[in-house]
T-cell receptor
């Protein structure tokens, strides 16, 4: 079982609508949680990063929330645009020995239709 | 503003051939990583180097070797390529605290 579960696996919305992507994790101890956007054929690009003490972080139309007690995070996209069509990946960073190891979710594929 | 640079961007190999994927970062990051990304599987860690002079296995290390040549460069070698290694490979780097995590643009490898 993947230690970072994302839902939904895929999502189609109309341009201008809002949407929320979910990330549930079981890994510990927790260092930080990131949301990435990955356009087709490109490398992932960081959207937000939160430590366990942060509840919310915004980056333009993207707002991430974190509940460290329930080990859940969400990414809310406001007023979607066609350029938001991409895969969104949740990554939880865990301390392992003397290193920080990222654990990746499998991503949510978002398609924004005009 | 190069960030993380990977070469080549595309490669086709025959089964049994060897090759090395190159990765270099100019952000003075301590840690570097190699991932593969397959459809429906997400990113999986092959090897990582927490600091110059150290390397460790990740989730899927079999069939690969790595070299942390210096602080800037981290290479991934396939000694005898297999069709199962057809994938998109990403290199990434981060500072010691896990912040400033940056990916390269990827290498699309096909083994026939």
């Amino acid at each position: 079982k993947n230690q970072v579960e994302q839902s939904p696996q895929s999502l189609i919305i109309l341009e201008g609508k809002n949407c929320t992507l979910q990330c549930n994790y079981t890994v510990s101890p927790f260092s930080n949680l990131r949301w990435y956007k990955q356009d087709t054929g490109r490398g992932p690009v960081s959207l937000t990063i939160m430590t366990f003490s942060e509840n919310t972080k915004s980056n333009g139309r993207y707002t991430a929330t974190l509940d460290a007690d329930t080990k859940q995070s969400s990414l809310h996209i406001t007023a979607s645009q066609l350029s938001d069509s991409a895969s969104y990946i949740c990554v939880v960073r865990v301390r392992s020995g003397g290193s920080y190891i990222p654990t990746f979710g499998r991503g949510t594929s978002l398609i924004v239709h005009p | 503003n190069a960030g993380v640079t990977q070469t080549p961007k595309f490669q086709v190999l025959k089964t049994g051939q060897s090759m090395t994927l190159q990765c270099a970062q100019d952000m003075n990051h301590n840690s570097m990583y190699w991932y593969r990304q397959d459809p429906g599987m997400g990113l999986r860690l092959i090897y990582y180097s927490a600091s110059e002079g150290t390397t460790d296995k990740g989730e899927v290390p079999n069939g690969y070797n790595v070299s942390r040549l210096n602080k800037r460069e981290f290479s991934l070698r396939l000694e005898s390529a297999a069709p199962s290694q057809t994938s998109v490979y990403f290199c990434a780097s981060s500072d010691a605290g896990g912040y400033g995590y940056t990916f390269g643009s990827g290498t699309r490898l096909t083994v026939v």
